[in-house]
């Protein structure tokens, strides 16, 4: 009987610590995915401020300043992040539209 007893204890004791294990194991999952949650949302944030200087320029009509001051800062961009020999290019033009100028033929004949 006293045996009987000495194992329910030693069962008992186990089985707390096996939940105790699993609790902390729970709480330093939730813990982390809480973690992960906020650096994400820290990363979206910085994005958002980065593409917001870049967001006075989207409209369909730029003139040649507006490119210079483009270019301007996606080169500085580009050195400020550039890490040792290879870099990502942080912004892209395309061209919808091509302009042309004709070249008038109206010259005087003397």
């Known amino acids: 009987m006293e045996n009987a007893a000495k194992a ?7 089985l707390i610590a096996v939940l105790l294990i699993g609790l902390l194991v729970y709480s330093f999952g939730s813990m982390n995915g809480y973690f992960e949650e906020q ?13 917001q200087q870049f967001e006075s320029y989207n409209r369909k009509l730029l003139r040649g300043t507006d490119v210079v001051s483009i270019l301007n800062k996606v080169l500085d961009n580009n050195k400020k ?9 942080i912004a892209e033009f395309e061209m919808k539209e091509a302009v042309t100028y ?9």
């Open 39 to 51: 650096q994400q949302t820290e990363k979206t944030e910085q994005l958002t401020a980065f593409n």
């Open 102 to 110: 004709k070249k008038s033929n109206n010259t005087r004949k003397q």
């Open 81 to 89: 992040y550039e890490y040792e020999d290879n870099y990502t290019i």
């Open 8 to 14: 329910l204890l030693i069962a008992g004791g186990i």
